[in-house]
């Protein structure tokens, strides 16, 4: 890791420096694949946004943003990205030695996550005076259906082709294949990974796979994923073999739904490994899993892929989901983290948490914070509340 996300990003400054290739920004669960093989490189700003709230300034930046109209309940990515942009600030300066994000030539944005990406991306649209565009997804969906894989794949090839003036090449269907089945051989590899949180002791935690997981954002459909994600897997299995945990001492398995807080990762997984509990599985790690990919048309494949994903799923949906995710990890409760500034994924506020207890028999908590404004978050607060969790579980036990 420590040599792959440097290189990527040394490779996006260099790109955009001297224009030896064409800069495309991309939504984290948007089109890269089409991206990738028509010869960008590609930058995804989330990546930075969570970088700026593991930084904990965020703050700072949102308070700039919001000068700007920006309200502070709107996604605090969105804020503290562009407030930091206005600032002249960037986390990638003191991480990777860039001295700003990398001037885009075209943005593209899916809105199968939220609209804030949209918006996002319309803002440093109209600063770079630099193309604007995006697949309009539907959401809120039980089933995928083959209407809306049709719809959607068009959208994918219209989008093809807007984008071939601006890479200056044709499409390539022949890469394009070549980059989709990168990208699927690297979900399956990380959803390999993620599966090992199952054993006990689950040998990684939520903290491990919020870090292990930037190649899958970033570096999908690129070959340097893959191999990245094979030799995790060497690692975990070795960890697994030698029955050793993510945690010393596993004695309570917990799912996490929802964003992370960003600024308080390290602290929330501390909290609950002192008392024998690790976060074994998440919605937000396995969401960078796309088996959708595996479609033979590689535009309805994007198409699958990116709107079978659970946060544009209805209820209906995200309840079986959560249900047999709880059931394959094992776990003894779910912490729902409700953000403030991500409606998106908080999934506590329709009953959901209630119903899966009824169903379960699972205790939960509902955590309030954010991803990045740590002003919306009560550390004291969510401790004593994850305390509270776990003696619960423990008093549930025989
Ligand atoms: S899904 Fe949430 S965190 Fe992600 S860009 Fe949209 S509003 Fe922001």
Redesign the pocket.
């Known amino acids: 890791m420590q040599s792959l996300i440097p290189d990527y990003y040394k490779e996006l400054g260099e790109a955009a420096r001297s224009g030896c290739r064409k800069v495309a920004w991309c939504s984290s669960v948007g089109p890269v694949e089409l991206l990738r093989s028509l010869g960008f490189a590609v930058y995804f700003p989330?990546n930075h946004g969570a970088m700026l709230g593991a930084s904990r300034r965020a703050a700072d930046f949102i308070s700039a943003a919001s000068a700007l109209g920006l309200s502070p309940d709107i996604?605090s990515?969105?804020t503290s990205d562009i407030g930091a942009f206005v600032q002249g600030k960037t986390a990638l300066t003191s991480a990777y030695g860039l001295a700003s994000v990398p001037r885009p030539d075209v943005l593209v944005y899916n809105t199968n996550?939220?609209r804030?990406?949209q918006d996002w991306f319309s803002f440093y649209s109209r600063h770079f005076e630099a193309p604007l565009l995006g697949i309009e997804s539907p959401r809120g969906m039980v089933d995928v259906t083959s209407a809306h894989l049709r719809a959607l794949g068009q959208q994918y090839q219209n989008l093809a082709s807007q984008l071939e003036p601006i890479a200056g090449q044709s499409l390539d269907i022949d890469r394009l294949r070549e980059v989709v089945a990168s990208s699927l051989r690297c979900t399956t590899l990380w959803q390999e990974a993620l599966r090992r949180g199952a054993l006990r002791p689950s040998p990684l935690s939520f903290l491990d796979a919020t870090v292990h997981m930037g190649p899958a954002v970033m570096l999908r459909g690129d070959p340097r994923a893959e191999r990245y994600y094979e030799q995790l897997l060497q690692e975990l299995d070795r960890r697994a073999q030698g029955g050793k945990g993510a945690i010393a001492d596993e004695r309570i398995r917990l799912y996490w739904e929802g964003?992370p807080v960003w600024g308080k990762q390290a602290e929330l997984t501390e909290v609950l490994a002192a008392q024998g509990a690790c976060v074994v599985a998440s919605t937000y790690c396995h969401s960078f899993v796309f088996e959708g990919l595996s479609h033979p048309d590689p535009f309805e494949g994007m198409a699958l892929a990116y709107s079978e994903l659970f946060?544009a799923r209805a209820e209906a949906y995200k309840e079986r989901y959560l249900r047999t995710m709880a059931q394959e990890y094992g776990v003894d409760a779910i912490v729902f983290h409700d953000a403030r500034t991500?409606p998106?994924?908080s999934n506590n506020r329709y009953g959901l948490p209630q119903r899966l207890r009824a169903q379960l028999g699972l205790p939960f908590v509902v955590i309030q914070g954010d991803?990045n404004d740590l002003r919306l978050f009560s550390e004291e607060q969510a401790r004593t509340q994850l305390e509270a969790l776990l003696e619960q579980v423990e008093a549930g036990r025989p």
């Open positions: 989330e996604c990515y969105m996550q939220c804030d990406v964003m946060i991500c998106n994924n991803l």
